[in-house]
């Protein structure tokens, strides 16, 4: 079945810092690749789909990049706030039993200071 | 702005006991979902339904059961509640015409079974 590993479980950093997440998928289906974001006390929502036509997605100054020859796609800012302090998943998309079903995979916890 | 509302935002079970989470949604969609998160596991699906009236199995059903007597509202059931299933629970809802691609979360309930 589809699988996605998230390896980094937690990343922390300072403000202005660069963010690198990376993940590695594994599907027999033709891949769609997301990466949503859940702050505190709230559920997790989208932050951005990258599309495989051109490899990349952006949202809210967040870059995903997607390597189909290494099965992996990553999320990277240049400089991260305090307020992108939040736990980021990176998600799978594909086919199961008729429908589009989403594997996410165990989240990183990002830690911003000031 | 969609909305997926989860009642109790909170609650404290007895081993052995009944339990029900609760989940509204007013954003028309015909899916459903409920996961589970737990630390270093992510997000895992419990169950799921497309239609009224209908359930489906997700990739961890054991010890759990679902309803969907309308549209709008789904829950989870927990028949004899277990010190394992001490979790976070989030419902979701998705539009099947966007190929369930963006999913639309509730703020969770935290469960805690003593």
């Known amino acids: 079945g589809d699988s996605v590993t998230q390896m980094q479980g937690q990343v922390t950093l300072s403000e202005d810092d660069f963010l690198f997440i990376n993940c590695t998928y594994s599907t027999t289906w033709y891949p769609t690749l997301f990466w949503y974001v859940q702050y505190p006390g709230e559920g997790p929502q989208l932050l951005l789909k990258v599309t495989t036509a051109n490899n990349k997605g952006i949202s809210r100054g967040f870059e995903a990049t997607y390597d189909k020859r290494t099965t992996s796609f990553h999320l990277q800012k240049a400089s991260v706030q305090e307020s992108d302090s939040a736990v980021y998943y990176c998600?799978?998309?594909?086919?199961?039993?008729?429908?589009?079903?989403?594997?996410f995979g165990k989240g990183t916890v990002l830690l911003v200071s000031p | 702005e969609a909305a997926v509302t989860q009642s109790p935002r909170s609650k404290v079970a007895v081993t052995g006991g009944k339990v029900t989470l609760s989940c509204h949604q007013t954003?028309?969609?015909?899916?459903m979902y409920w996961y589970r998160q737990d630390t270093g596991h992510g997000l895992r699906l419990i169950h799921y339904?497309?239609?009224?009236?209908?359930?489906e199995k997700g990739d961890i059903p054991d010890g759990y059961k679902a309803s969907r007597p309308s549209q709008e509202n789904f829950s989870l059931i927990l028949e004899l509640a277990s010190l394992s299933q001490t979790a976070v629970y989030f419902c979701?809802?998705?539009?099947?015409?966007?190929?369930?691609?963006?999913?639309?979360f509730g703020h969770g309930t935290k469960l805690s079974v003593l």
């Open positions: 339904s497309y239609v009224a009236d209908s359930t």
């Open positions: 979701a809802s998705s539009d099947p015409t966007l190929s369930n691609e963006r999913l639309f």
């Open positions: 998600v799978l998309g594909g086919h199961d039993s008729g429908y589009n079903k989403l594997t």
């Open positions: 954003n028309n969609h015909d899916y």
